[in-house]
């Protein structure tokens, strides 16, 4: 019997001893990182004389990933949302891959994953996005593809070869056949992309072909360029669409945005973007409003807006897994008057915002919870040996 805590003591250094002593034991964790996410927030908007507000919930995520080995990894993020996707299963999974990395500069994916488009506020996660482009908000971003990256420049730089099926994903009621969205419609993206980092500068580049119908391309050109110090950063996005080879300079979107870490638990942030869409090969926006026509799914046709704002994130240092932020956003739009031709229709919007989103990481709650009773295991086989030995 007094034998028992003495092998107790055992096991316990064995696994609070330094790596050193086990390095011949590998073992990979199933996951590295498992997560749930979301954000719930106070929201007022006056828009054309009517105001609305009230307390709301986003972005009720869970996220999961890890390596399986040396050479495969895999992601996985999902919408915990009560509403069945339209399309498929995946409807509401955003990323569902697998990756290989055949070697240090070659690597493979395959499965859910988002498009590779330039932007710096198309690449930040949905949670951290407060305020937003049109274009961010109508691309369907996550599509099911194949990728190839090939790694240079002691892993600085890379480039992505990516074949997925095309954003023009959605079906409008009154033409449900025009855009196409399952594998059947044969609707397929190719995408080349070009991240590279330079001391303080980096980009995140890419052109994109976007089958819109069967042979028919929307070519997509996103520019993200970002400044990073210790303090601030400052991107910004140029995203370019085109429909045909003249049809370059009247369909784009700027946008642009600055972070400044005034306290170490305090960020203050203003972003803004501007919009237009003077297609001569899109349709005009009368038969968008009347018949749902469009065909440029990142931009409404012969529309201008702006929109411009501000706010900031506090992360308290007694839990950072807590961000409280708040903002206030105007944004202004003109169009073609529907019901009188030749005027112009405009809207303001002014939106205010406050909330919270909460990020509880599990797997480091497990593997401190692990660690803490570790030791407290440890330290009672100290105390039963000791007592083992007066006795």
Not at 110 to 132: C, H, M, Q, R, T
Not at 170 to 197: C, D, R, V
Request: include cysteine; hydrophobic fraction near 40%.
């Amino acid at each position: 019997m007094r034998l028992f805590p003495l092998s107790v003591l055992v096991v316990l250094l064995c696994l609070v001893a330094p790596s050193q002593s086990h390095a011949q034991l590998q073992l990979t964790p199933v996951f590295s990182a498992l997560n749930l996410e979301t954000r719930a927030e106070f929201d007022y908007s006056h828009l054309s004389g009517d105001d609305t507000y009230g307390f709301r919930g986003r972005y009720f995520n869970l996220r999961v990933g890890g390596n399986l080995n040396e050479h495969f990894s895999y992601f996985f993020r999902q919408r915990i949302i009560a509403n069945p996707g339209s399309v498929s299963m995946f409807d509401n999974t955003d990323f569902l891959y697998l990756d290989y990395k055949a070697s240090e500069h070659w690597g493979f994916r395959l499965g859910k994953d988002a498009l590779f488009v330039g932007g710096y506020e198309y690449d930040a996660s949905p949670i951290d996005v407060y305020f937003n482009s049109y274009y961010w908000d109508e691309i369907s971003c996550f599509q099911l593809a194949a990728s190839a990256t090939y790694s240079f420049a002691e892993g600085s730089q890379k480039i992505v070869f990516q074949v997925a099926n095309s954003p023009y994903v959605f079906s409008l009621a009154s033409q449900p056949e025009t855009f196409g969205s399952e594998y059947k419609k044969s609707l397929i993206s190719y995408n080349l992309f070009w991240t590279g980092t330079f001391g303080h500068f980096q980009t995140l580049y890419s052109v994109n072909f976007f089958e819109r119908e069967r042979g028919c391309f929307m070519n997509v050109v996103g520019l993200g360029n970002k400044l990073t110090y210790d303090r601030w950063d400052l991107y910004l996005d140029f995203l370019h669409h085109a429909l045909a080879t003249d049809d370059w300079g009247k369909n784009f979107c700027v946008v642009s945005c600055a972070n400044y870490k005034a306290l170490s638990w305090l960020n203050i942030f203003a972003k803004g973007g501007y919009e237009t869409n003077h297609s001569v090969y899109e349709y005009s926006f009368a038969e968008y409003a009347v018949s749902g026509l469009i065909n440029d799914v990142l931009s409404r046709p012969e529309t201008d807006a702006y929109f411009i704002g501000g706010g900031f994130e506090i992360v308290p240092s007694i839990c950072k897994a807590v961000r409280f932020h708040g903002f206030l956003c105007h944004r202004h739009e003109e169009h073609p008057d529907v019901v009188t031709p030749g005027l112009t229709s405009q809207s303001n919007e002014l939106t205010a915002n406050v909330g919270v989103t909460w990020f509880m990481d599990i797997h480091r709650i497990i593997r401190d919870r692990f660690r803490e009773n570790a030791v407290s295991l440890f330290k009672e086989g100290v105390k039963s040996v000791i007592k083992t030995v007066d006795d």
